[in-house]
């Protein structure tokens, strides 16, 4: 069994940053794929970003390229994703998820484990 769970959502102003974190309880946390997923109300859960269990590879979805970065730090059994330019439409509300075997693709259907959720609103 892994918990995640899922810090530093806020409201921020279009333009600033925010640096969410989801903590990872258990000892096999590199075994895991690491994804952030987000939903807008009426809308499906999509995939942000997402990185392999050694953190040597990272996917990111082409509405946030340039602007959000993930990234792990196995020792600490935590992931990050630093989101910087935030706009309003990257209002939602921010899931991470692990998916067993260490290797992307992360997927909603691939996803063992998930945290609660951190709202992220962006004002105009």
């Known amino acids: 069994q892994v918990q995640l769970v899922e810090s530093g959502g806020g409201l921020v102003q279009a333009g600033g940053s925010l640096r969410l974190s989801c903590a990872a309880s258990?000892?096999?946390?590199?075994?895991?794929?690491m994804g952030w997923f987000r939903q807008a109300p009426g809308k499906e859960r999509e995939l942000v970003a997402a990185?392999?269990?050694?953190?040597?590879?990272?996917y990111h979805v082409d509405s946030v390229k340039g602007r959000f970065t993930i990234s792990r730090d196995n020792a600490k059994n935590t992931v990050y994703l630093q989101m910087n330019s935030l706009k309003p439409e990257d209002t939602a509300v921010y899931y991470c998820?692990?998916?067993?075997?260490?290797?992307?693709?992360?997927?909603?259907?691939?996803?063992?484990?998930w945290g609660q959720g951190t709202q992220v609103t962006v004002s105009s």
């Open positions: 990185i392999s269990g050694s953190g040597s590879v990272t």
């Open positions: 258990g000892r096999t946390f590199s075994r895991y794929a």
């Open positions: 998820a692990a998916s067993s075997g260490s290797s992307l693709p992360v997927t909603i259907g691939r996803a063992d484990y």
